[in-house]
Nanobody, 114 residues
Framework: QVELVESGGDLVQPGGSLRLSCAAS???????MAWYRQAPGQTRDEVAQ????????RYSDSVRGRFTISRDNVKRMVYLQMDNLKPEDTAAYFC????????WGPGTQVTVSL
């Protein structure tokens, strides 16, 4: 079972940027990977997904044009560049496969506030 560990979350002002990282303990080469987020009292929702070789990406309407997902299969890493952050982006962020079928990591907290 591949373990996932997210990092890079922080407190940031509206309009700011963050780069989240996800480190996998095993190979991610054969799996689409995705970032998800969960705000308090809300469901965990996918915000971005990337195909195995990184050739295709998709984003939720709420983050399209502001977030960019990328991956490095050699380093077994998945990244989420977050620009022009808004208060409504405040949530715990998690990475997983595109199906969400690996064990969930601890997540990383992103708080967007003045």
């Amino acid at each position: 079972q591949v373990e996932l560990v997210e990092s890079g979350g922080d407190l940031v002002q509206p309009g700011g940027s963050l780069r989240l990282s996800c480190a996998a303990s095993g190979s991610i080469r054969t799996r689409n990977m995705a970032w998800y987020r969960q705000a308090p009292g809300q469901t965990r929702d996918e915000v971005a997904q990337i195909t195995t070789l990184g050739s295709d990406t998709r984003y939720s309407d709420s983050v399209r044009g502001r977030f960019t997902i990328s991956r490095d299969n050699v380093k077994r890493m998945v990244y989420l560049q977050m620009d022009n952050l808004k208060p409504e982006d405040t949530a715990a962020y998690f990475c997983n496969t595109g199906r969400g079928d690996w064990s969930w990591g601890p997540g990383t907290q992103v708080t967007v506030s003045l």
